[in-house]
């Protein structure tokens, strides 16, 4: 197991990752690992409402660059992960969810009604947009568990907001599937000319942010 120095260190050298080495690509093993860590990522109910793109075509993020204020991590990172949420989580999606937990631990399909019906009662009552904010919310989880592993990986990387999903949406052809764009965080090695890389953290005291009670 990591030791707690470990962690700690891997987390603060972790940083919005501004400027990218573009010579430098991840490991295809490295890459896998970070894959497979955003699918262990945990979710409401386990529905997973959400896909990841992983995009390493240049074309592809040379079109999404200007819709993405311009940064040009997009276009420099090794990888660039667009998260999507699943726009609206239905009964089929339930179902689906519901076969594989049957596949993966096997016993008695009909033990697994009661749960069926209190996801069920869940997103009977949300409107779409409710389901689509609480998909979201989801995918932030992934992004949070992406950006971790990464750092314990020491590969760079840098949420991003900064995007128009829209766009992301036409230029990635999603318009007319069940997804939707989030957000992205290129993936890579920090250029050495990043000066971000150096500044000192900045976040509040332990006691402002934590209560034992
Ligand atoms: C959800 C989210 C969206 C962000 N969007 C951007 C962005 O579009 N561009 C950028 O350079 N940094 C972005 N950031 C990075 C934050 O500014 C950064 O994480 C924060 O200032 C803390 O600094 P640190 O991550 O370097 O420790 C984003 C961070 C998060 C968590």
Redo the contacts with the bound molecule.
Sequence with gaps: MMNKQELLENLEW???T?LFDADKKIPADLMDAIEDSMVLTPSSFGLQPWKFLVITDRAVKEKLIEH??N?P?VTQCSHLVVLTALKETTESDVNAFLDDTHAKRGGDKEGLAPYKGMMLGFLSNMNAEQKLNWAKSQV?IA?GQLMTTAAMLEIDA??????TPAKYDEILGLEDSRYTTV?ACPLGYRSADDK?AE?A???YEKDRVIESI
Excluded: F
């Design positions: 972790r940083y919005a501004k993405s204020w940064q991590q932030y992004l840098c949420p991003m907001e900064g995007i957000l971000y500044l953290k900045v976040r």
